[in-house]
């Protein structure tokens, strides 16, 4: 990236949806970039951002794996600069029922690549923002996190344990100088509910956010040091605080009414 003396920061997920519009929130506030995905549209990414102004860095990686988590990071550290900010955003699901139609390994990624290399990613990068006592990290939850992901089971669940790790390791790091926000969004306009196999749902069907509206938000509250912010719709926003009053049995039928297959 040559010599600047710009910000640097790192997005996961970065090549559409959410972390795609994170990225572009950060170019455009004069950050310098590691960008992070599997898939050739990474490259599309690097090339909007760089267009931005931002130096950046596209790195092709699997994060399902450790080899990829640890390639991922030495990829950041090799630009020996401080790593000013972190949106760990890459997150897959897949719909179904779980008993009979999707596949052990699908559920099994699922919870390599939202849970797993959220906690080897944030290990490396926590460490490194607390030793220097200066950071902000970012983790997209969901307002998923508090619903029993009917249809959805490992996804939502997998949401549950991110949502909790970003409240605790906030905790943990209050004083420390180093910020943990979480980011909440509700149904977003992505391609996840196409690449979960969940075309055909009623909650795939409906009215979504736009993600450079979930991002906007996300971006501002982590440059806040805000603990959470549910965003971006009224919708979204009423959705997670029925989820605070509603029974489980109550939120898992409304779930599994929205996330059932055939139900669009």
Do not use: C
């Not at 170019?27 to 102004?53: S, T």
């Amino acid at each position: 990236m040559g010599t600047t003396t710009r910000p640097l920061a790192l997005v996961t997920g970065a090549s559409s949806g959410i972390g795609r519009e994170l990225a572009k929130e950060f170019a455009r506030h004069d950050f310098d970039l590691v960008i992070a995905a599997d898939d050739a549209q990474l490259q599309d990414a690097k090339r909007e951002l760089e267009a931005l102004g931002a130096n950046v860095d596209a790195v092709t990686v699997d994060l399902a794996g450790d080899a990829g988590v640890d390639e991922l990071w030495r990829r950041t550290e090799g630009h020996g600069r401080p790593l000013a900010a972190a949106a760990l955003n890459a997150g897959i699901g897949v719909g179904g029922a779980f008993a009979t139609d999707t596949r052990l390994e699908d559920d099994l990624r699922v919870v390599d690549v939202n849970v797993r290399s959220t906690v080897h990613l944030a290990k490396h990068v926590a460490q490194a923002m607390e030793r220097r006592g200066e950071g902000r990290i970012l983790f997209t939850s969901s307002i998923a996190a508090a619903l029993p992901g009917t249809y959805q089971t490992v996804y939502n669940a997998s949401k549950s344990f991110v949502q909790s790790f970003a409240l605790a390791l906030r905790e943990e790091l209050k004083g420390s100088g180093v910020t943990v926000t979480s980011l909440m969004p509700g149904p977003t306009e992505t391609e996840f509910f196409e690449r979960a196999g969940m075309d055909d749902t009623r909650i795939a069907a409906g009215e979504k956010d736009d993600p450079a509206d979930v991002a906007r938000d996300g971006f501002e509250a982590l440059m806040r040091g805000d603990e959470r912010v549910v965003s971006a719709s009224l919708k979204t926003k009423l959705q997670a605080a029925g989820s605070r009053v509603l029974p489980d049995a109550a939120k898992a039928r409304l779930q599994g009414r929205e996330s059932k297959p055939g139900s669009g």
